[in-house]
């Protein structure tokens, strides 16, 4: 029959196709190509669109780079057309849009990325390091490097090389609110200096505000990655340890028990939500609370500061931050006793800028995103608003108005710390996820720790687990 | 005595029924004129108008109903004309094992809409020259219904008595007369639901437009509506209550003129 | 059409299945056949077959009685009602099923809260029940019911009314009851769609992600679609979910044959 032989047809050229190089393929790059032209297109792909998710980074492209940049080409001689794709979807869902591009050797010239999908882009061959871009002389001439700091770049970098040019950073801290702690009648210029300052703070409130949740410390698979980035890592570098250093992954470690250990004394003491971490919009309801005044202690990102309970635009307002959102640095277990003998201790992540290493016209795309780093551009891309970004030079002139930012720039920024940008760090950061749901729904911490221990090494190779 | 039991059985069922279905909307009409929504029903702490402006002010909204709407009609008139003819050839066949035939495709459909047939998908798309168009999108969304579609329709066409069609030919009906003058007609429920079905997996559908579209003026409401988040990851709960709303009146619309003009049978005409 | 559209890209998927292949990383590069490993992996782990056992009670409660079941109802029911009664009711079970996933969970997730959620504020239950978390399996039954119950509704309105009114008119001057006619008349006239209708509405209730939206990844609400996800999707490995997605296929199969045996028994 005729579908039964159509089926046999495309049952094998699906397995040529396969086999052949269509899952698997390596181009070469020529960084001179059209170096030249008169005239040239770029597009720029960025997970941001007007009118919804990052919408700011969206017109500032459309209204600033693109017009400036082209006006600027214009004075040289070049006629530049240059494009914007944007995007508004989950960042899993953009990365696996923008993986099929790169993989087709096709799509947009210039792509913003997630500093953790750098080294799995890299292994998959999907981008290059920039030096073989675009040359390694027309990369070393860009004066902007000497303003980003080299932890900043290292979050676009893999291996010791440079993929792209970060666009700003990120770094997380203990926030709590002044009224509750007025309440409670604790200080309202707290800054902890280990965890039990945190524990006994949160018992105060328990025994005397209640109906108010003293904790929220982010826990459980439902929360995702929220849950590694505000719980599980910035404890794990405040006992002591990077999730990967050295080659190894950390297993059934002391600093591992240590942070489940402190999830336990949480969660099995009434501290915090217990049922609220498994709940699927249990971040959101976290924010609701706090923004409300039902929630004292909470861990985040600086997002939560712009993003959150930003009193016009936040996702769960608060008309009197400024007065009632207290924040203080992240302490270690112990003085002294974080990563590099700190005393206080972050975790950072932030995007940035690749060029797609199949571009028609890499050195022109290599002019457009130093374009887009430049001085002017990066405060122009602020658009008035106070972020983090790459630049020092910027960040020393705009954080000034925003006591909050120019404090995780100034005093946390030095102590941050960065995930690993491998392939098997999501399997990682799910088993670091579940062991915190265990010690929530009761296991004991060194049973959790065990079973996160035997987690890892089927996911890496018991081989590249320090236990 | 039966009647009247019968009839408040029948309101019971019905009250029951609305209550079911309306109390999870009830939020799709508080939200959105909240200026703060929450994860409860609450009338509005204040009320605004502002989501519905913003949504207005979105450059992309109105774009991407009307690119739903190109995406579903499209769909449906190919998966309808298509599953028509290959469910009234099956049904009128005597092909040895068609029914499994039939069933495997379904459950190849299956794995097609999934999202690990994501890269064959993307990369046949690619080579054929049809990233970011509408027909691309089209294409796939066919190929991924049309068997369950042809599933739904075969037991239509299958109750049509061969009888009709013969008394047609012996009038000299020549088969595509006979499709239209008298299957068609006959199975127009049947036609009507994949129609509507076809319509609401089309409308619904995130992943395959995603993937394969690029420039944003293409882009159809069911990806739109996945923008209206933060860069955290947070849902600005307004934005997306509204735009709900708007999102889901042109189906309904389409479907009570669908139903109403081409859901029942019409009995007057052929003796049974 | 079918053949590009459909079974080049099915068996292509199926293919995947064989190979360690993942959507970034080294193995994104070269992916390697690894034969029928990632078969043994889903079936030597337990939390596998737990999650079978959940998508098996799960597409029972919520497909084959609940949608199958209510979708006949509300088809029976609104056959003869007044008309803008039909079509409020109409609209409304179509609006469940129109929806956009992620709105739905947000809908849903109101319904259910613990702290202002619809269901609590009127059962009065104070403290409030965390029903996603306490019983998520029940919530996630219930949530496809109201999901999905208009497809099987839309399908048996069409199935009834291509009955010819004549049986059913014969029926009532023969004095039959309700039951009756349902029974003699009805039933045998729809029975073939009755029969596609819990077969699609299994096979699209086992690929059916939407419930994850509102449960997490509740260990107790895991069902194989969010399986799938958990173990194959978050670490970008295609290869698995590919082969997990033929687990899946035969195991419709499988069940598609037990059905239609219990038919051909109870039809024949």
Known sequence: MTIGRFVAGAALLAVTMATTGCLGKDSPTDSGQNADAKEFSLTIAANSISGGKNAAGADWIEKYVIPKFIEDQRAKGRTAKVTFQPSGAS?????????LDLRSGSGADIYSIDGIWVGEFADAGYIKPLDDVVGKDK??????WKQIPPSVQGNMSYEGKRFGVPSGTDGRVIYFNKKLFADAGLPTTWQPTSWDDIISAAQTIKSRLPGVTPIQLNAGTAMGEATTMQGALPLLVGAGQEIWSGG???????????????YERVYSAGLGDNVLQQDAKGRDKSFQAFAEGRMAILLEGDYFWRGVVEPQKGIAKMADRNDKVGYAKIPAIRPSAGIRGQSFVSMSGGGGHVLNPASKFKQQAWELLQFMNGKDATVAQLAGAARITQRQDVNNEVLAGDPMLSFVAKEVLPLTAYRPGFAVYPRVSQALQQATLDVVGGTKTADAAAAYAKAVETIVGADKVAN | MMLVVKRILTYVVMGVGTAFFALPVLWLLSAPLDDTPTYAVRPPRTFSLDNFASIMDNRY?????????ILSLGTMVLVVSAAALAAYALSRARVPGRDALIYLLLLLSSVVTGTAAMVPIFLLIF?????????????VLTGGLLPAAIFLLKDFIDTIPPSFEESARVFGASPLQILRQIVVPVARPGLATIAVWTVVQVWGSFLTPFILLRDPDKQPAAVLVRTFYTEGGSPNLGLIAAFSLLYSIPVVLMYLLAWSRYGFRFHGGIKT | MIGVFLVFPGLWTLYIGATNFRLTGVSAREPDFVGLDNFERALTDQTFYHSLWLTLIFVFGSAVVGQNGLGFTLAWALRDARKWIRRTLEALVLLAWILPSSVVAFLWIAMLDRDGGTINALLGTVPGIAWTVEYPL???IVFNIWRGTAFSMMLYSAALSSIPPSHLETARLAGSSGTQTLRDVVFPHIKRHALTN??????WTFNDFTPFLITASDYDAEIIATFIYN???????MGYSGAISLLVLLMNLLLALVYLRVARRRLA
């Not at chain 1, 960042?91 to 993986?99: C, G, R, T, V």
């Open chain 2, 61 to 69: 909204a109105v774009a991407s109903l009307v690119n739903s709407t």
């Open chain 2, 127 to 139: 080579q054929l020259g049809l990233i970011d168009s509408h027909f691309g999108v089209i294409l």
């Open chain 1, 91 to 99: 960042d899993e869902d953009y990365k696996s849009k923008i993986a």
């Open chain 3, 138 to 140: 029940l919530s996630i």
């Open chain 3, 231 to 237: 173990k194959a999707i978050v670490g970008g490995e």
């Open chain 1, 139 to 144: 990369v070393d001439a860009w004066d902007g």
């Open chain 1, 248 to 262: 190894k992954w950390q297993g059934n470690t002391q600093a591992v028990r240590d942070m489940l250990g402190l």
């Open chain 3, 198 to 203: 819990t077969l699609l509405i299994t096979l």
